[in-house]
C-alpha cells in the first residue's frame, strides 16, 4: 500500500477558505454598483472573544466528552486525510486469484512463501490462519470478529469530528446571546450596539464555518477511507474463505468482482480484456517469428 497526496482534498480546503476571504473583502458600492476590495473589510470578522467563545468553548466540550488519546490521534487522521494509503479493490482481487491458483496445484502450504511479500497486515493474517490448517469456522469467525473491530473503532474516532460539528454552531449561539444580552442591557449606551451586535454576529460566523469547513468535512472523508478500506478488507475475508474451500479461482474471481461498485468491475474487465488481447499480439506475433 502506497500514500499520495489527496490533491482533491487541498484544492477544496482552499478553495473554501478563499471564498470566504474573497467574499469579505469584497464590497459593492450601494450608488454606483461598482467593486472595490478593502482588506480593512478583514478586521470586522477578527473578534478575540467571538473566537474565546466558539473555539475555546468547542475545544472545551470535546475535552469533556472524550479523553486525552482521541486528542492525540489527530494527526494521524490529518495524515489519512491528506496522505491516506491507496486501496486498490482490483489489486487485491488479483493477489488473491493468484493464491487461489498456487492453493489449487500446490497445496494450501505452498502460500507460506508468499506471506512475507504481502503488505496488509489483514490479508497476511488471514492466511497464515489458512496455512496453519485453523478450522474454516474459527477462520470466518475471527475474520468478521477483526472486520467489527475495526468497524467500531473508526465509527468511535468520527464521532470526535461529528460531535465538533455540532459544538461548533452551538457555542456560535451561545456567543450570539452574549452578545445580545449584552448589547440589551446597554441599550441607552448606543456605543456599545455595533460592538455587540458585532460579537453576536461574528460568533455564528465562527461556528458555522468551523463546523462547515473542518470538522463535518473531515469526519466524511474519514467515511470515505474508512470505506476502501473496508472494502478491500472484505474481499480478504470472502477471498481467504473461498480458497481454503478449495473453490475454482475462476469462481472467486467472479465472485470478488461482484462485490465491487459496477463502475469498478467495467474498469475492471475492460482492463483485464486488453491486457488479454495485447497478450493475444505478442503470442501471435511469436508465432509469425517462428514461421
Same mark, same amino acid.
Not at 449584552?182 to 441607552?188: G, H, Q, R
Not at 495485447?278 to 517462428?290: L, N, R, S, T
Given at each position: 500500500?502506497?500514500?499520495?497526496?489527496?490533491?482533491?482534498?487541498?484544492?477544496?480546503?482552499?478553495?473554501?477558505?478563499?471564498?470566504?476571504?474573497?467574499?469579505?473583502?469584497?464590497?459593492?458600492?450601494?450608488?454606483?454598483?461598482?467593486?472595490?476590495?478593502?482588506?480593512?473589510?478583514?478586521?470586522?470578522?477578527?473578534?478575540?472573544?467571538?473566537?474565546?467563545?466558539?473555539?475555546?468553548?468547542?475545544?472545551?466540550?470535546?475535552?469533556?466528552?472524550?479523553?486525552?488519546?482521541?486528542?492525540?490521534?489527530?494527526?494521524?487522521?490529518?495524515?489519512?486525510?491528506?496522505?491516506?494509503?491507496?486501496?486498490?479493490?482490483?489489486?487485491?482481487?488479483?493477489?488473491?486469484?493468484?493464491?487461489?491458483?498456487?492453493?489449487?496445484?500446490?497445496?494450501?502450504?505452498?502460500?507460506?512463501?508468499?506471506?512475507?511479500?504481502?503488505?496488509?497486515?489483514?490479508?497476511?493474517?488471514?492466511?497464515?490462519?489458512?496455512?496453519?490448517?485453523?478450522?474454516?469456522?474459527?477462520?470466518?469467525?475471527?475474520?468478521?470478529?477483526?472486520?467489527?473491530?475495526?468497524?467500531?473503532?473508526?465509527?468511535?474516532?468520527?464521532?470526535?469530528?461529528?460531535?465538533?460539528?455540532?459544538?461548533?454552531?452551538?457555542?456560535?449561539?451561545?456567543?450570539?446571546?452574549?452578545?445580545?444580552?449584552?448589547?440589551?442591557?446597554?441599550?441607552?449606551?448606543?456605543?456599545?450596539?455595533?460592538?455587540?451586535?458585532?460579537?453576536?454576529?461574528?460568533?455564528?460566523?465562527?461556528?458555522? !464555518?468551523?463546523?462547515?469547513?473542518?470538522?463535518?468535512?473531515?469526519?466524511?472523508?474519514?467515511?470515505?477511507?474508512?470505506?476502501?478500506?473496508?472494502?478491500? !478488507?472484505?474481499?480478504?475475508?470472502?477471498?481467504?474463505?473461498?480458497?481454503?474451500?478449495?473453490?475454482?479461482?475462476?469462481?472467486?474471481?467472479?465472485?470478488?468482482?461482484?462485490?465491487?461498485?459496477?463502475?469498478?468491475?467495467?474498469?475492471?474487465?475492460?482492463?483485464?480484456?486488453?491486457?488479454?488481447?495485447?497478450?493475444?499480439?505478442?503470442?501471435?506475433?511469436?508465432?509469425?517469428?517462428?514461421?
Amino acid at each position: 500500500m502506497k500514500r499520495k497526496i489527496d490533491i482533491n482534498t487541498l484544492l477544496g480546503l482552499v478553495l473554501g477558505l478563499g471564498c470566504m476571504f474573497l467574499s469579505i473583502i469584497i464590497s459593492k458600492d450601494g450608488v454606483t454598483g461598482a467593486y472595490s476590495i478593502s482588506v480593512i473589510n478583514l478586521g470586522n470578522f477578527i473578534d478575540p472573544m467571538s473566537i474565546l467563545i466558539v473555539f475555546g468553548g468547542t475545544i472545551a466540550a470535546l475535552m469533556i466528552m472524550f479523553p486525552v488519546s482521541q486528542f492525540t490521534h489527530i494527526p494521524k487522521h490529518l495524515q489519512i486525510i491528506l496522505m491516506p494509503h491507496t486501496y486498490e479493490p482490483t489489486k487485491y482481487i488479483e493477489t488473491l486469484v493468484e493464491c487461489a491458483k498456487k492453493a489449487r496445484i500446490n497445496g494450501l502450504l505452498a502460500l507460506e512463501e508468499d506471506l512475507n511479500a504481502m503488505d496488509d497486515p489483514f490479508m497476511k493474517q488471514s492466511i497464515q490462519m489458512v496455512v496453519d490448517s485453523v478450522d474454516p469456522e474459527k477462520v470466518r469467525t475471527q475474520m468478521e470478529s477483526w472486520l467489527d473491530s475495526m468497524d467500531e473503532r473508526h465509527a468511535q474516532e468520527r464521532a470526535f469530528y461529528d460531535k465538533g460539528a455540532a459544538m461548533g454552531p452551538a457555542f456560535g449561539m451561545v456567543g450570539t446571546l452574549i452578545g445580545l444580552i449584552n448589547m440589551m442591557k446597554n441599550l441607552s449606551d448606543t456605543a456599545s450596539v455595533g460592538p455587540n451586535m458585532a460579537v453576536a454576529l461574528v460568533t455564528t460566523f465562527y461556528g458555522s !464555518l468551523l463546523a462547515n469547513l473542518i470538522f463535518s468535512p473531515i469526519s466524511n472523508k474519514l467515511q470515505v477511507r474508512h470505506e476502501e478500506e473496508y472494502l478491500c !478488507l472484505s474481499l480478504v475475508s470472502e477471498g481467504v474463505q473461498a480458497i481454503q474451500a478449495g473453490e475454482n479461482p475462476n469462481v472467486i474471481q467472479e465472485k470478488l468482482l461482484r462485490m465491487l461498485p459496477a463502475y469498478k468491475q467495467k474498469k475492471y474487465t475492460g482492463a483485464a480484456g486488453a491486457e488479454g488481447a495485447e497478450d493475444g499480439k505478442k503470442a501471435k506475433g511469436e508465432g509469425k517469428k517462428k514461421k
